[in-house]
């Protein structure tokens, strides 16, 4: 490891953050007591380090002290810790003797009003870094190969487009579908509302294209059983369910477009106890004709109601807490046509939600169509009962504070987005974690929609959230560039803080492979005793694994023990200031 | 066949033309990155905190910042403008009007002495007036990339920042330069503009000093900004302590001509009022609506956090008038509950306007510099909501951000990712 | 009502967009469906910042919900100035005074007038102007101090006319 | 010299018809020439209006009818009267079958509707016709320190497109008229809302407390008058400051824009008929 057992010659650098950080803890006494710590031979403060200048400043530093390790107090290293492994990798230092303190959202965010002891705790956690750093090794840059195809799951809207694009870019793509039809649930709409398209006059052309592309292997009635590998290089196990063949396939990259389902709302207004009750799925699902007529009796529907955010916006209720986005304009676009042929049509209403491009005139058009829109009371929800197959509802308008009650011949509920059932089977799959509304979690919510935690593993369409299917093709258009500029590249580069096993201390007990989170540890076989060993790309550098062994055989590269504990001791034993200086 | 331009052109260094510039860059293909104003970064650059994880919208937009300036395949081309368009997708020739920045970009360091030594105060549009810059200046902090540019108009050529530049960066006589690209294909993300919502005399914006609106805000309360983060009232410097959020402001308002949904209003007003809240946990924060539009990903239950947690108070009913008490300032919004049919008189220190999304100033000639179509709104016209969300009408030209309409950033940022994939198959097929 | 009939279903008042359709059909009343009750309407409307009773925009939305009895047999259509400050301000464009003149009309189609508006009516319908008892010899003077025509000259014969042909024997059904 | 029928309404000549008055001589002094409409019928405004619209627009088409007939643009200076004709005007300009309609009932009396004529209110005239240059030039002893609050009368600027006279939630023809003679116009809350007069047979108290609200709305940035360009919003202004709920505050003159014009172009109270204001405007107006 060379590089990093020479002399340690530290820079410390404050950052201001504007007045994030300045504005609480006093930056300039930071920079001070750092000065004076052993091994620092340069501490300064500055407004922005992430900025330009700050960079700059960095390097410079580097270049006039031929400093061998730095150190930012900043904020938190999850946004700027690639940012300054840059810079110092650009100075010409190794990316791992760089370490980061979180002045930011450990110390100024937290302690506003205590500014003394915040500048202290500062301190503290400064010390603490610099002797870290000093003990910091250099570790190599690995790099990975990426296979130059993609695994889709998913034959949806989304996932039909991402491998439409991905191949037409001139790249493979392996399509999974785990029922016997591509399409998924656009193809089963006879109307996709909000539009004037059929499901069927959408997704036709996009199957037609799919099916002839010769980059594109489809695999229906299949499921992938078994996934591993890492970025660049994922090992598939996919399962025909008809056949129950397995077959095994590698593959670069994988774009997760499981989609949705909608929510069957058994114990939300009495549906399932007439079949005049249904879904605004089940109605978009129903053959069209000239006259909507009663599933119950084959009679022309004349009144009907809707019922907006049904298993949606629940506060409590886990799974229906979130808004399902695409229902209020479907809803509109829905009673505005059939009030053509429909006498009286009713929504029930929370808020109305049609934000999209045009959906405001959905909104309108259905009004101007005598649709009534009746606000109901947010904690007291529309009464439906059923007598003798006949249907009544109640509720209160809030708008006019009057009871109302009505006997529709049929009640269409627009309920939740909810993900498909085997949602949780998916996640463990490929290492996805879901939010509050089922769906599979982004890298990042803002910035990074369509990238996961899991390395070559996108998401797109109603697998991240409920959207209505046109948002579901502009998601499923970028997580295929995602999947295309790995695979353009050709090659990765991994994380090299990952845990490394000892063999020699090994003692076989299979802790490790059980305490991992990602099944990155597996036996060798080809040892005897057979011992643990680290595939590195699948390792997320949790440290679960070292922390489990029972025989300390497994070392955390960059978070060694005598890292930790260095710091632990510099908390305890401040060094003496005499001590510091150069 | 032969192989044709193999770069690309994206207009607008916002957060959608940053991504889809990044995208196409990723895949090994030249990537010029045309912006007007001095920085990229766009509008989300000027944003405090952004919806609903309250991350700070400087600190995770930085990184895309560097990604793109150090980006071997992409060459930032900033203080520019799109002129005459020629060719066809696989061939377009482009012609950039690359503005006079009387600064050296190969030589500026970014130092700031120049900054430090001049003389001039002028009001800062990035702090939307409400702070001050130097006539040769940074647009913020971490402008990208991070190069001086003279503010000419209001430059009295006193030469200080000339001697003062150690590099000599700094040239008074720089002139406006042409040049032309080939380009495969061309991205649109030029994004949006607020609605001017003076169109409004009686919400009393630009006659009451307390009525502001939602950019001002966020300026108010970040911490780089011109108070250094601390809320307070432009008239009497006091911090307010009760607050209102006016919503749908020049949106869904179809006698001013905007009667489209704004689409973000609703979430930044909630974000704000949160901030507000956080600011000083003991001020009154309301905000006044007619229909709370939070649609998007974790977006409701931010919404249901705000009301239960942070004790935001939401009343359901458009804003008729703002009134002003002259000697205080202090202000007073009229409104009906009509929840609960009572007409409300409600006091405030402060009121904060959102004014809606529109298209940016130049995007007609932009459209018909491209010859593609515009909505009656005056966003770009797509081709189809399903087979080409991202696709105009002239091949080899795409769009996306706020370009085609209103947006919020994840939207725009996967916006940007499909466009530089439409983008890509062109480039990749030598404009087939 | 009683607070039995306010819950319980039978009693309760049934939707239907006939009304709307109705007031739709009157010059004026054409714009009725665009209102989405934001509220702007009240917020603006100055006899609602003074009283309870009168909110324009819960009038519409009654309308809506057609309640035709209620409606048309309440004064409420009656208290809009049409001062239409809430015309100018409504953002889904609702000409509401110009709304609530059409269910006057059909108000007044079936015998319901406050009798303020039923006896100015009759007054201009046979004087052709509405003042001519209010004309006492004191304003005449006054007219004369200041140089101007005491005879006003006005017409009553055109509105006789109009009342024989649009006012069937002279009330407003 | 530009000339105009005056339709002087219903309202103006009984109850203020110093308005009458001076809206003669301050026109005539800067040039336009007025002739009074005789023979003429209510305009329907509010009452017909309510109750039939085909009744309605025949009374208001046949004012304008007689207008053609002597080929004359119409004055209005009632904001009722001004807001009716040129509502039905443009309902008759747009509605062929109602044209009909009423021309068949004009007929008889030889009168037909063709929409020649302009209908223009007061303000119009001032803008359009003369102008706030000539306005100026024609001040001979400019007023001094007085506060003036501007009350423009709802039916004479709203709807905006329909009436074209100014900006509805912002209107400046009144305020830059007070400026013009030397006057400081004072912005007040509330400037467009309606004074209440036309709730008066509704409901008088809440008619009066709408007024009231204005006056102390207008009280409140300390105006020494009122101008006011309609007679009903005139005689309401001035009459809630009397009677009961009227409070024992100072009352505050209400003047219309002519007469408060007048004096500053030098024409004499007495033309102006001043002295019938029930609450004497002589200590603004003599401020010079």
Redesign the interface.
């Given at each position: 490891m060379s590089g990093s057992e020479e002399e340690p010659r530290i820079g410390v650098f404050v950052c201001h953050c504007g007045h994030n950080i300045a504005g609480t803890v006093n930056v300039e006494e930071v920079a001070q007591m750092a000065s004076k710590l052993p091994g620092v031979v340069f501490a300064t403060d500055e407004m922005f380090m992430c900025s330009d200048a700050g960079q700059v400043l960095i390097k410079d530093k580097i270049a006039e002290h031929n400093l061998n390790r730095v150190v930012v107090a900043s904020c938190s290293p999850r946004m700027h810790e690639p940012t300054f492994r840059r810079v110092v990798e650009e100075a010409g230092l190794n990316r791992y003797l760089f370490d980061q303190v979180n002045l930011r959202e450990h110390v100024s965010w937290c302690h506003m009003r205590e500014p003394e002891k915040a500048t202290e705790k500062a301190k503290d956690l400064v010390r603490m870094s610099v002797a870290r750093a000093a003990k910091l090794q250099n570790l190599p840059v690995k790099k990975v190969s990426v296979l130059p195809t993609t695994m889709v799951v998913g034959g949806g809207i989304a996932g039909l487009r991402a491998s439409l694009d991905i191949a037409e870019r001139g790249f493979d793509v392996l399509l999974i579908e785990k029922t016997s039809k591509l399409g998924g649930n656009v193809a089963k709409w006879t109307h996709l509302f909000p539009t004037d398209e059929s499901g069927a006059d959408i997704i036709k052309p996009l199957i037609r294209d799919v099916k002839k592309h010769n980059r594109i292997t489809i695999l229906t009635d299949s499921k992938v059983s078994e996934f591993d590998g890492y970025i660049g290089n994922f090992g598939v196990t996919v399962k025909n369910l008809k056949t129950q063949k397995e077959q095994r396939y590698e593959v670069g990259t994988v774009i997760v477009t499981t989609g949705f389902e909608p929510f069957k709302p058994f114990g939300y207004y009495s549906y399932g106890e007439s079949p005049d009750i249904l879904t605004l799925a089940e109605l978009q699902e129903l053959t069209p004709s000239e006259q909507l007529l009663k599933p119950s009796d084959g009679k022309p529907v004349k009144k009907m109601v809707f019922i907006g955010c049904v298993g949606s916006r629940l506060p409590g209720v886990k799974g229906h807490e979130h808004c399902s986005r695409h229902c209020c304009s479907a809803t509109a676009k829905a009673a505005a046509d059939l009030r053509d042929s429909v006498e009286e049509v009713l929504v029930l209403y929370q808020d109305i939600r049609t934000y999209g491009k045009g959906h405001e005139e959905f909104h309108r058009m259905a009004r101007q169509k005598h649709v009534i829109y009746s606000k109901f009371p947010q904690n007291e929800f529309p009464q439906v009962t059923v007598k003798k197959g006949k249907l009544t509802i109640t509720w209160r308008d809030v708008l006019a504070a009057e009871d109302l009650s009505f006997e529709p011949d049929i009640i269409v509920l627009a309920t939740a987005m909810i993900p498909p059932e085997d949602v949780e089977e998916t996640s463990h799959l490929f290492s996805l974690t879901r939010s509050g509304d089922g769906f599979f979690n982004p890298e990042h919510i803002k910035l990074a929609p369509l990238t996961t935690h899991t390395a070559g593993v996108m998401i797109a369409g109603a697998a991240q959230a409920a959207k209505n299917a046109s948002e579901a093709v502009i998601d499923a258009s970028g997580a295929a560039a995602k999947a295309v500029g790995l695979m353009a590249q050709g090659e990765v580069e991994i994380e090299s803080t990952v845990s490394h096993v000892i063999p020699e201390l090994c003692s076989s007990c299979h802790t490790c492979l059980t305490a991992c989170p990602y099944t990155a540890i597996s036996m060798d076989e080809t040892k005897d005793p057979p011992v643990a060993f680290v595939t590195e790309a699948k390792c997320h550098g949790c440290g679960t694994c070292a922390a489990a062994c029972p025989s300390s055989a497994i070392v955390m590269y960059h978070s060694t023990d005598d890292q930790i504990l260095t710091m632990v001791e510099a908390f305890l034993c401040p060094a003496p200031e005499a001590q510091g200086g150069s | 066949m032969t192989k044709k331009a193999s770069s690309a052109l994206v207009v607008g260094g916002g957060?959608a033309g940053m991504q889809a510039a990044l995208?196409i860059a990723?895949?090994?293909f030249k990537v010029y990155l045309v912006e007007r104003s001095p920085s990229i970064g766009g509008r989300m650059a000027m944003l405090d905190k952004?919806f609903?994880?309250l991350?700070?919208s400087a600190?995770?937009?930085?990184?895309?910042l560097?990604e793109v300036?150090?980006h071997p395949n992409i060459q930032l081309m900033t203080l520019s403008e799109v002129g005459s368009v020629t060719g066809s997708a696989g061939d377009f020739k482009v012609k950039i009007r690359r503005k006079a920045r009387y600064v050296r970009e190969d030589l500026c360091?970014?130092?700031?002495d120049c900054e430090a030594n001049c003389p001039v105060e002028v009001a800062n549009e990035f702090d939307q007036g409400i702070g001050f810059r130097k006539a040769i200046y940074a647009l913020f902090?971490?402008?990208?990339?991070?190069i001086y540019t003279v503010d000419k108009e209001n430059c009295t050529d006193c030469g200080r920042c000339v001697k003062v530049c150690e590099r000599n960066a700094i040239d008074m006589n720089m002139k406006d330069k042409f040049v032309t690209l080939d380009v495969g294909t061309i991205i649109v993300a030029t994004g949006f503009e607020l609605f001017d919502i003076t169109q409004?005399?009686?919400l009393g914006y630009g006659q009451y000093p307390n009525v502001i609106h939602a950019m001002e805000f966020e300026r108010l309360i970040?911490?780089?900004g011109p108070t250094?983060?601390h809320l307070v009232r432009l008239s009497d410097g006091k911090k307010p302590k009760s607050i209102g959020f006016i919503q749908?402001v020049g949106a869904?308002?179809?006698?001013?001509g905007v009667?489209?949904?704004s689409?973000v209003c609703c979430m930044y007003s909630i974000k704000n009022a949160v901030m507000a809240l956080e600011h000083d946990p003991q001020a009154e924060v309301w905000v006044y609506y007619?229909?709370?539009?939070?649609?998007?990903?974790?977006?409701?239950?931010f919404y249901?956090m705000a009301k239960?947690r942070f004790g935001v108070r939401f009343v359901?009913?458009?804003?008729?008038?703002v009134?002003?008490g002259?000697a205080s300032h202090d202000l007073v919004v009229?409104?009906?509950?009509?929840?609960t049919?009572k007409?409300r008189l409600i006091e405030h220190d402060l009121v904060v306007i959102s004014p809606g999304v529109i298209p940016s100033s130049g995007m007609d000639t932009m459209a018909k510099k491209l010859g593609i179509d515009q909505?009656d709104d005056g966003y770009i016209e797509i081709s189809h909501?399903?087979?080409g969300?991202?696709v105009t009408k002239i091949p080899g030209v795409f769009v996306c951000g706020c370009a085609?309409?209103p947006k919020d950033?994840?939207?725009s940022?996967?916006?940007?990712?499909?466009?530089?994939?439409?983008a890509?198959?062109i480039l990749?097929?030598g404009g087939k | 009502m009683t607070d039995q009939t306010k819950t319980e279903s039978p009693i309760n008042h049934a939707p239907s967009s006939g009304f709307a359709k109705e007031i739709e059909q009157e010059p004026g009343g054409e714009g009725i469906m665009k209102c989405i009750q934001c509220g702007m309407c009240t917020a603006s409307c100055m006899v609602a910042s003074m009283t309870e009773r009168y909110r324009p925009r819960k009038l519409i939305q009654k309308i809506l919900l057609g309640k035709r009895e209620e409606v048309l047999t309440s004064e409420l259509p009656w208290l809009c100035m049409t001062c239409k400050l809430c015309e100018e301000r409504c953002q889904e464009d609702v000409d509401l005074s110009q709304i609530f003149t059409a269910v006057r009309e059909i108000a007044a189609r079936e015998g319901y007038v406050p009798p303020v508006f039923q006896n100015t009516i009759e007054k201009v319908l046979e004087d052709g102007w509405m003042l001519n008892d209010a004309y006492t010899d004191f304003e005449e003077d006054d007219r004369s101090d200041l140089g101007l025509d005491p005879d006003l000259g006005w017409n009553n014969e055109f509105t006789k006319k109009i009342k024989k042909r649009y006012f069937k024997g002279g009330d407003a059904k | 010299m530009k000339e105009f029928i005056l339709y002087t309404g219903c309202t103006t000549p009984v109850r203020l018809p110093a308005y009458e008055r001076a809206v003669e001589v301050v026109l005539e002094k800067l040039g336009v020439k007025l002739t009074t409409m005789k023979d003429a019928n209510c305009c329907g405004a509010q009452y017909i209006e309510s109750v039939n619209h085909v009744a309605y627009s025949a009374m208001s088409g046949r004012i304008l009818a007689i207008a053609e007939s002597m080929d004359m643009d119409i004055l209005a200076i009632c904001g009722a009267c001004s807001g009716s004709l040129k509502h039905v005007k443009h309902e008759l300009d747009n509605n062929k079958e109602l044209r009909n309609e009423v021309n068949d009932i004009l007929e008889e009396e030889g009168l037909k509707y063709t929409g020649t004529v302009e209908v223009k209110h007061l303000l119009q005239i001032f803008r359009e016709d003369i102008g706030y240059d000539a306005i100026k030039s024609a001040v001979v002893n400019p007023y001094k320190d007085v506060r003036l609050a501007a009350h423009y009368g709802c039916h004479v600027t709203r709807p905006e497109e329909i009436v074209h006279v100014d900006d509805a939630e912002n209107p400046t023809i009144i305020d830059r008229i007070i400026e013009a003679v030397g006057g400081i116009p004072v912005d007040y809350t509330g400037k467009t809302r309606c004074c209440g007069g036309p709730l008066l047979a509704m409901d008088e108290e809440v008619a009066n407390a709408i007024g009231r609200d204005k006056i102390e709305n207008i009280r409140a940035e300390n105006a020494d008058g009122i101008v006011t360009a309609c007679v009903f919003c005139d005689i309401q202004l001035t009459q809630v400051q009397f009677g009961e709920g009227s409070n024992d505050k100072p009352k505050i003159p209400v003047i219309t824009l002519p007469q408060f014009l007048g004096p500053a172009i030098g024409i004499d109270f007495n033309s102006l008929g001043i002295h019938l204001n029930k609450i004497s405007p002589e200590a603004i107006l003599e401020a010079h």
């Amino acid at each position: 490891m060379s590089g990093s057992e020479e002399e340690p010659r530290i820079g410390v650098f404050v950052c201001h953050c504007g007045h994030n950080i300045a504005g609480t803890v006093n930056v300039e006494e930071v920079a001070q007591m750092a000065s004076k710590l052993p091994g620092v031979v340069f501490a300064t403060d500055e407004m922005f380090m992430c900025s330009d200048a700050g960079q700059v400043l960095i390097k410079d530093k580097i270049a006039e002290h031929n400093l061998n390790r730095v150190v930012v107090a900043s904020c938190s290293p999850r946004m700027h810790e690639p940012t300054f492994r840059r810079v110092v990798e650009e100075a010409g230092l190794n990316r791992y003797l760089f370490d980061q303190v979180n002045l930011r959202e450990h110390v100024s965010w937290c302690h506003m009003r205590e500014p003394e002891k915040a500048t202290e705790k500062a301190k503290d956690l400064v010390r603490m870094s610099v002797a870290r750093a000093a003990k910091l090794q250099n570790l190599p840059v690995k790099k990975v190969s990426v296979l130059p195809t993609t695994m889709v799951v998913g034959g949806g809207i989304a996932g039909l487009r991402a491998s439409l694009d991905i191949a037409e870019r001139g790249f493979d793509v392996l399509l999974i579908e785990k029922t016997s039809k591509l399409g998924g649930n656009v193809a089963k709409w006879t109307h996709l509302f909000p539009t004037d398209e059929s499901g069927a006059d959408i997704i036709k052309p996009l199957i037609r294209d799919v099916k002839k592309h010769n980059r594109i292997t489809i695999l229906t009635d299949s499921k992938v059983s078994e996934f591993d590998g890492y970025i660049g290089n994922f090992g598939v196990t996919v399962k025909n369910l008809k056949t129950q063949k397995e077959q095994r396939y590698e593959v670069g990259t994988v774009i997760v477009t499981t989609g949705f389902e909608p929510f069957k709302p058994f114990g939300y207004y009495s549906y399932g106890e007439s079949p005049d009750i249904l879904t605004l799925a089940e109605l978009q699902e129903l053959t069209p004709s000239e006259q909507l007529l009663k599933p119950s009796d084959g009679k022309p529907v004349k009144k009907m109601v809707f019922i907006g955010c049904v298993g949606s916006r629940l506060p409590g209720v886990k799974g229906h807490e979130h808004c399902s986005r695409h229902c209020c304009s479907a809803t509109a676009k829905a009673a505005a046509d059939l009030r053509d042929s429909v006498e009286e049509v009713l929504v029930l209403y929370q808020d109305i939600r049609t934000y999209g491009k045009g959906h405001e005139e959905f909104h309108r058009m259905a009004r101007q169509k005598h649709v009534i829109y009746s606000k109901f009371p947010q904690n007291e929800f529309p009464q439906v009962t059923v007598k003798k197959g006949k249907l009544t509802i109640t509720w209160r308008d809030v708008l006019a504070a009057e009871d109302l009650s009505f006997e529709p011949d049929i009640i269409v509920l627009a309920t939740a987005m909810i993900p498909p059932e085997d949602v949780e089977e998916t996640s463990h799959l490929f290492s996805l974690t879901r939010s509050g509304d089922g769906f599979f979690n982004p890298e990042h919510i803002k910035l990074a929609p369509l990238t996961t935690h899991t390395a070559g593993v996108m998401i797109a369409g109603a697998a991240q959230a409920a959207k209505n299917a046109s948002e579901a093709v502009i998601d499923a258009s970028g997580a295929a560039a995602k999947a295309v500029g790995l695979m353009a590249q050709g090659e990765v580069e991994i994380e090299s803080t990952v845990s490394h096993v000892i063999p020699e201390l090994c003692s076989s007990c299979h802790t490790c492979l059980t305490a991992c989170p990602y099944t990155a540890i597996s036996m060798d076989e080809t040892k005897d005793p057979p011992v643990a060993f680290v595939t590195e790309a699948k390792c997320h550098g949790c440290g679960t694994c070292a922390a489990a062994c029972p025989s300390s055989a497994i070392v955390m590269y960059h978070s060694t023990d005598d890292q930790i504990l260095t710091m632990v001791e510099a908390f305890l034993c401040p060094a003496p200031e005499a001590q510091g200086g150069s | 066949m032969t192989k044709k331009a193999s770069s690309a052109l994206v207009v607008g260094g916002g957060v959608a033309g940053m991504q889809a510039a990044l995208d196409i860059a990723n895949q090994g293909f030249k990537v010029y990155l045309v912006e007007r104003s001095p920085s990229i970064g766009g509008r989300m650059a000027m944003l405090d905190k952004t919806f609903p994880t309250l991350d700070c919208s400087a600190c995770i937009l930085t990184p895309k910042l560097s990604e793109v300036s150090r980006h071997p395949n992409i060459q930032l081309m900033t203080l520019s403008e799109v002129g005459s368009v020629t060719g066809s997708a696989g061939d377009f020739k482009v012609k950039i009007r690359r503005k006079a920045r009387y600064v050296r970009e190969d030589l500026c360091s970014g130092c700031g002495d120049c900054e430090a030594n001049c003389p001039v105060e002028v009001a800062n549009e990035f702090d939307q007036g409400i702070g001050f810059r130097k006539a040769i200046y940074a647009l913020f902090p971490q402008a990208t990339p991070h190069i001086y540019t003279v503010d000419k108009e209001n430059c009295t050529d006193c030469g200080r920042c000339v001697k003062v530049c150690e590099r000599n960066a700094i040239d008074m006589n720089m002139k406006d330069k042409f040049v032309t690209l080939d380009v495969g294909t061309i991205i649109v993300a030029t994004g949006f503009e607020l609605f001017d919502i003076t169109q409004y005399p009686r919400l009393g914006y630009g006659q009451y000093p307390n009525v502001i609106h939602a950019m001002e805000f966020e300026r108010l309360i970040n911490a780089a900004g011109p108070t250094h983060g601390h809320l307070v009232r432009l008239s009497d410097g006091k911090k307010p302590k009760s607050i209102g959020f006016i919503q749908c402001v020049g949106a869904r308002d179809v006698q001013k001509g905007v009667p489209y949904c704004s689409r973000v209003c609703c979430m930044y007003s909630i974000k704000n009022a949160v901030m507000a809240l956080e600011h000083d946990p003991q001020a009154e924060v309301w905000v006044y609506y007619a229909d709370i539009r939070a649609f998007g990903k974790g977006f409701e239950e931010f919404y249901e956090m705000a009301k239960s947690r942070f004790g935001v108070r939401f009343v359901r009913g458009r804003v008729a008038e703002v009134m002003e008490g002259k000697a205080s300032h202090d202000l007073v919004v009229k409104v009906e509950d009509t929840v609960t049919s009572k007409v409300r008189l409600i006091e405030h220190d402060l009121v904060v306007i959102s004014p809606g999304v529109i298209p940016s100033s130049g995007m007609d000639t932009m459209a018909k510099k491209l010859g593609i179509d515009q909505t009656d709104d005056g966003y770009i016209e797509i081709s189809h909501s399903f087979f080409g969300p991202t696709v105009t009408k002239i091949p080899g030209v795409f769009v996306c951000g706020c370009a085609d309409g209103p947006k919020d950033i994840p939207d725009s940022v996967s916006a940007g990712s499909a466009a530089a994939m439409k983008a890509t198959i062109i480039l990749s097929s030598g404009g087939k | 009502m009683t607070d039995q009939t306010k819950t319980e279903s039978p009693i309760n008042h049934a939707p239907s967009s006939g009304f709307a359709k109705e007031i739709e059909q009157e010059p004026g009343g054409e714009g009725i469906m665009k209102c989405i009750q934001c509220g702007m309407c009240t917020a603006s409307c100055m006899v609602a910042s003074m009283t309870e009773r009168y909110r324009p925009r819960k009038l519409i939305q009654k309308i809506l919900l057609g309640k035709r009895e209620e409606v048309l047999t309440s004064e409420l259509p009656w208290l809009c100035m049409t001062c239409k400050l809430c015309e100018e301000r409504c953002q889904e464009d609702v000409d509401l005074s110009q709304i609530f003149t059409a269910v006057r009309e059909i108000a007044a189609r079936e015998g319901y007038v406050p009798p303020v508006f039923q006896n100015t009516i009759e007054k201009v319908l046979e004087d052709g102007w509405m003042l001519n008892d209010a004309y006492t010899d004191f304003e005449e003077d006054d007219r004369s101090d200041l140089g101007l025509d005491p005879d006003l000259g006005w017409n009553n014969e055109f509105t006789k006319k109009i009342k024989k042909r649009y006012f069937k024997g002279g009330d407003a059904k | 010299m530009k000339e105009f029928i005056l339709y002087t309404g219903c309202t103006t000549p009984v109850r203020l018809p110093a308005y009458e008055r001076a809206v003669e001589v301050v026109l005539e002094k800067l040039g336009v020439k007025l002739t009074t409409m005789k023979d003429a019928n209510c305009c329907g405004a509010q009452y017909i209006e309510s109750v039939n619209h085909v009744a309605y627009s025949a009374m208001s088409g046949r004012i304008l009818a007689i207008a053609e007939s002597m080929d004359m643009d119409i004055l209005a200076i009632c904001g009722a009267c001004s807001g009716s004709l040129k509502h039905v005007k443009h309902e008759l300009d747009n509605n062929k079958e109602l044209r009909n309609e009423v021309n068949d009932i004009l007929e008889e009396e030889g009168l037909k509707y063709t929409g020649t004529v302009e209908v223009k209110h007061l303000l119009q005239i001032f803008r359009e016709d003369i102008g706030y240059d000539a306005i100026k030039s024609a001040v001979v002893n400019p007023y001094k320190d007085v506060r003036l609050a501007a009350h423009y009368g709802c039916h004479v600027t709203r709807p905006e497109e329909i009436v074209h006279v100014d900006d509805a939630e912002n209107p400046t023809i009144i305020d830059r008229i007070i400026e013009a003679v030397g006057g400081i116009p004072v912005d007040y809350t509330g400037k467009t809302r309606c004074c209440g007069g036309p709730l008066l047979a509704m409901d008088e108290e809440v008619a009066n407390a709408i007024g009231r609200d204005k006056i102390e709305n207008i009280r409140a940035e300390n105006a020494d008058g009122i101008v006011t360009a309609c007679v009903f919003c005139d005689i309401q202004l001035t009459q809630v400051q009397f009677g009961e709920g009227s409070n024992d505050k100072p009352k505050i003159p209400v003047i219309t824009l002519p007469q408060f014009l007048g004096p500053a172009i030098g024409i004499d109270f007495n033309s102006l008929g001043i002295h019938l204001n029930k609450i004497s405007p002589e200590a603004i107006l003599e401020a010079h």
